[in-house]
């Protein structure tokens, strides 16, 4: 095969389909985008315009100021704006991305592993890594790249020196598999197990998994269990390889024992009994353990060879993990894994991060990448300088030999207890610093002496489950209407820059918060979005003009005072009018109309940016007429606003419950709250991603007799003896004192077990008779299990409420895949 690495703009039309157009038609390209914002050797990089939650058209602009010059469209562009460009025109963008990732796939002859499943697919994938990178020169997917535009993206890595590929392939429509398969084209198939996630985009679970099946439809050999298979929908491979621990299988699983955080596995394997030990316990570990065990039986390795590399393996850290660290600085600790791939999605959730303008990079030797040493660390030096890192310190042999190459400030050690030994020296101060490693370096000792010591109750904020909900919403929008997120109130109990900065990257449009100093700690932060001050107060009105915040105005003696406080030579101060329009608590009411539009006439020292009300009950259906009411009286209280103002502000009356049940009003933008951390009662259960998990750890066990009491006032009392877990969360921390004597439950070892007694300050305590349970385990307050929701119901309030109490002295942990 030719092993073409590198292709001209012009073979590429030619491979797509597509019309070429521009000066640059020999131009090379290496690199292929699809989103603005990630960009790496933009002169040699081609942007796909794909049209999926949002239409990449609307972002050729952003694109070209970040300096890329190539793209494939399949929409009308005025590139008389973009001087320069060169463009291929195709009929579908994202047909065209798959169409040349799979023409690049066929120019090599390397052995591909194709995974796909409900869950474990990622896990798998790196696991497989771990065990056969001694063997192959292994390209794989990174992360869970294993969407319709992550497959191309992750195949278009293949080069001449790799010998394996593992990639994973994810659906949640019928006909997506059959891009993917000839995208991947894989030569060994691995079906991890079939189960609920994506359920409604099929008509059953027989087409999901007739649909999966399709990627191994021109497999050699297919692995998998007949657990997770039907009757009715079978493979048609010329080789099977099955796992099961129920049924008859090329390899049985008869026992799991665990012990002490490992776990004894044997199994029957060519009528003899086999056996492994793993450092895993966890049911969907064990799954995911004997999905790579009978990879490698599959692909030909000796039992005792299979049983020594998985008792090597090591737990894969999956996400980002963003803390407070010392001197007022922030740690993204990425600390297991060292790869070009994943070391640029680290550094593009580096360049997020707004609250700190210097940016640090740990960064360990790269092993096992394929590239010569200068090579690789040449691309290492002109990814850190397009990615504007400030200071680079290296650990290790490998990047210490080639410090010359990087241009920065920089600091080099030999291993990471020199790095440690130095650390004073370094003056970590007010800067972001990204922790990056080869899991050998122990780069955790790093971030555990970089970060604030954390509190056992930590809530963990998972980033990408925001982002989700986000373009959930945005997918139900019409075209043009703006989006305004509230991140009040420390962001619903969830924090404030670290969300507000994932915001501004994913163009929402607006920020609300209650009061302008939450405001201006945003723009101390490095947020530059519009944001609107909802009460905003006389004395902070200096406040507001200096950091470029907007007043929400409510009434007439607030607008007076504002009026009063502005120089008289200023101009279009920006300001947000509330309508009162049903709710009776802020806002101007229909008989105050005539003398505000009095105030505002002529007054050129405003600029009336948005007109505004809220809805009383936009999610109940029972009070549906009077939303409508509201919405006709906000209609015309605006349009005699709009009369004397000469020109139209924007209109926005929705909030999260009104966006997918009143389409009709979302006129110009829309406020998005609660729904942004996974709730909306207008939605059917599941529609949302679990965001917030709040989490403890046991602190002590007792065992506790018959008759005798626990707790303050004697209030908790086990009839029958048993035994008690104090855990280190208290009405301090946001948990509710109502929670007590049995009301409130949380979850152990997956297990739900109620309080016992009054709630204390610090710490409270549960019932864990018959448990399995030891000091030190981890105890589940709320999360994707016990949600939000059901906490509200135990005490008779609201999800709001919940969230917002979790205490400021529960340190917020950030999670980002």
Not at 113 to 121: D, M, V
Not at 372 to 386: D, F, T, V
Not at 405 to 434: C, G, P, R
Request: with cysteine; hydrophobic share 40%.
């Amino acid at each position: 095969m030719s092993q073409q690495t590198t292709y001209t703009i012009d073979e590429i039309a030619n491979i797509i389909g597509g019309k070429c157009s521009g000066s640059n038609s020999k131009g090379v390209i290496q690199r292929l985008v699809t989103d603005s914002r990630t960009l790496i050797n933009a002169p040699q990089a081609l942007f796909f315009a794909v049209k999926a939650q949002r239409d990449g058209h609307q972002f050729i602009s952003h694109a070209y100021q970040n300096g890329i010059r190539n793209f494939v469209v399949s929409a009308v562009v005025d590139w008389q704006n973009y001087p320069g460009a060169t463009y291929i025109t195709v009929d579908d963008t994202l047909t065209a991305l798959q169409e040349l990732a799979a023409h690049h796939r066929r120019q090599f002859d390397l052995k591909v592993i194709g995974i796909t499943g409900s869950n474990g697919k990622t896990i798998v994938k790196e696991w497989l890594y771990q065990l056969l990178n001694a063997d192959f020169q292994i390209v794989r997917s990174p992360k869970s790249y294993n969407s319709q535009i992550g497959v191309p993206l992750s195949v278009w890595q293949i080069d001449q020196n790799d010998t394996l590929g593992i990639f994973e392939a994810g659906i949640s429509a019928p006909k997506e598999m059959e891009n993917l398969a000839k995208v991947i084209a894989p030569n060994i198939g691995i079906l991890t197990n079939v189960r609920e996630a994506h359920d409604e985009g099929f008509k059953s679970k027989a087409q999901k998994l007739a649909e999966k099946l399709k990627l191994f439809d021109d497999a050699a050999l297919l692995i998998y269990s007949p657990d997770h298979l039907l009757n009715d929908v079978k493979p048609t491979n010329h080789k099977i390889f099955t796992w099961s621990f129920t049924q008859p299988a090329d390899l049985q699983i008869d026992e799991v024992v665990s012990n002490d955080g490992f776990s004894s596995i044997k199994a029957k394997y060519q009528g003899k009994t086999v056996g492994t030990k793993v450092p895993f316990t966890d049911a969907a570990a064990i799954e995911n353990v004997v999905i790579c065990w009978a990879t490698l039986l599959a692909m030909g390795y000796a039992v005792e060879d299979a049983a020594e590399r998985l008792a090597d393996l090591q737990r894969v850290g999956m996400r980002l993990q963003l803390v407070n660290g010392i001197e007022q600085c922030s740690i993204i600790d990425d600390s297991y894994s060292a790869d070009i791939s994943s070391l640029a999605i680290a550094l593009d959730f580096l360049n997020q991060q707004n609250q700190h303008s210097k940016r640090t990079v740990i960064l360990s030797d790269l092993q096992e990448t394929g590239k010569k040493g200068h090579e690789l660390y040449r691309e290492i030096a002109s990814l850190l300088q397009q990615k504007k890192i400030d200071r680079l310190i290296g650990i290790g042999s490998d990047i210490t030999a080639h410090a010359d190459l990087f241009k920065i400030e920089k600091h080099f050690f030999t291993d990471t207890d020199e790095f440690l030994a130095h650390v004073v020296q370094l003056n970590f101060t007010k800067e972001t610093i990204l922790v990056k490693g080869a899991r050998k370096f122990g780069f955790e000792r790093i971030v555990k002496r970089l970060a604030q010591k954390i509190h056992d109750t930590v809530l963990e904020i998972n980033l990408n489950a925001l982002q989700a909900n986000l373009q959930y919403y945005k997918s139900k929008l019409g075209a043009q209407v703006k989006t305004m997120a509230m991140v009040k109130a420390f962001s619903y109990g969830s924090g404030t820059f670290e969300i507000a900065n994932l915001l501004q990257h994913h163009k929402v449009d607006y920020l609300a918060v209650a009061y302008a100093d939450e405001g201006v700690a945003l723009r101390k932060a490095g947020i530059t979005l519009p944001v609107m001050v909802m009460s905003p107060e006389p004395s902070a009105f200096d406040a507001m003009l200096r950091y470029q915040l907007e007043p929400e105005v409510y009434s007439v003696e607030l607008l007076q005072q504002l009026l009063r406080f502005l120089p008289s030579d200023d101009k279009r101060f920006p300001i947000h009018l509330k309508l009162d329009t049903g709710m009776h608590r802020l806002g101007f009411e229909p008989h105050q109309i005539t003398e505000l539009c009095d105030l505002l006439s002529n007054e050129a020292r405003l600029n009336v940016v948005t007109i505004f009300t809220h809805l009383v009950a936009s999610d109940d259906p029972i009070h549906d007429a009077f939303t409508q009411s509201q919405a006709t009286s906000y209609e015309q209280m605006y349009q005699q606003l709009v009369n004397t103002l000469g020109y139209q502000p924007v209109r926005h009356v929705l909030n999260t419950s009104g966006i997918t049940r009143w389409s009709a009003y979302q006129l110009d933008m829309v406020r998005l709250g609660i729904g942004l951390y996974g709730f909306d009662s207008a939605l059917p259960t599941n529609t949302l991603q679990t965001v917030a998990t709040l989490k403890t750890t046991i602190t002590q066990i007792k065992t506790i007799q018959a008759g005798q009491t626990v707790g303050y006032g004697r209030r908790g009392v086990l009839v029958n003896g048993g035994e008690i877990a104090t855990v280190k969360i208290g009405y301090a921390d946001g948990y509710s004192r109502a929670f007590g004597n049995g009301v409130g439950k949380m979850l152990t070892n997956g297990q739900l077990v109620s309080t016992v007694g009054s709630i204390c300050m610090d710490m409270c305590m549960l019932n864990v008779t018959g448990l399995d349970v030891k000091v030190g385990d981890e105890v589940i307050v709320f999360g994707q299990n016990h949600n939000i929701a059901d906490l509200a119901k135990e005490i008779d309030t609201i999800p709001y409420e919940i969230l917002t109490n979790v205490s400021q002295r529960v340190k917020r942990v950030y999670y980002y895949e």
